[in-house]
């Protein structure tokens, strides 16, 4: 069975500092990969979207980033964090072909930028 | 584009009441639907989904029925529990640039009273 994996489950960054999360699917190969946002008191964000290894689509403009050097993990990063990078960080996975399915979602990183 | 629209939260609800989440949605073609349920401080379960008119996603007591006349997807159970108090969301699926993208609402958060 396909499980995917997410770290860590919480974080506590100064502002300014770099942020890497991971995140690793298993039981699948060639997933579309996500990441989403949730801020506090508001729905989901999508930050980034990968349909294979090295590409990699941004769809909120920010001082975020992402990548995928594998094709079962994806990356979100940040050179320097801000106070409004606070939130929960969500990675999820489809299968490319099966949009029926809808996604897998990993546990979630709670991000706090102090 | 396409989009999804859910009925603002909080709701809340003694144990045992009914319960009902609208969802309506604008999209081109036949997308399809979903409710995903977050427990407080976890990521998203897929709770239903229905993939064409007329279909009926349930589980777990809750149900929903793809209404293309009305494009509707709304959310019922028959009696809620306490256990039941989540953020409720419900999205579509499409597809674009080789990916499938769900587009979420902006979530309903169901507090279940004793």
């Known amino acids: 069975s396909q499980t995917i994996h997410q770290w860590p489950a919480t974080l506590v960054q100064p502002v300014g500092s770099p942020l890497s999360l991971e995140c690793t699917v298993e039981g699948t190969s060639n997933p579309n990969l996500y990441w989403y946002r949730q801020a506090a008191g508001r729905g989901l964000q999508l930050l980034f979207y990968s349909v294979g290894i090295g590409q990699i689509s941004s769809e909120v403009p920010q001082n975020l980033s992402a990548s995928r050097p594998q094709d079962r993990q994806f990356i979100l990063s940040s050179k320097k964090l801000l106070l409004s990078d606070s939130g929960f960080y969500l990675c999820a996975w489809s299968a490319g072909d099966r949009p029926n399915y809808g996604y897998t979602f990993g546990s979630g990183t709670r991000l706090t930028v102090v | 584009g396409d989009s999804v629209t859910q009925m603002e939260g909080p709701v809340t609800l003694s144990e045992e009441a009914f319960l009902t989440i609208n969802c309506t949605y604008t999209a081109t073609g036949y997308p399809s639907l979903f409710w995903y349920v977050q427990y407080p401080g976890e990521g998203l379960q897929l709770l239903l989904k229905a993939t064409k008119a007329d279909d009926k996603g349930s589980n777990k007591g809750f149900e929903a029925t793809y209404r293309k006349e009305t494009t509707s997807f709304h959310l019922e159970k028959g009696s809620v529990q306490v256990s039941d108090s989540a953020v409720y969301f419900c999205?579509?699926?499409?597809?674009?640039?080789?990916?499938?993208?769900?587009?979420f609402g902006k979530g309903t958060k169901l507090s279940v009273i004793p």
């Open positions: 999205a579509l699926a499409y597809s674009g640039a080789g990916s499938y993208q769900l587009t």
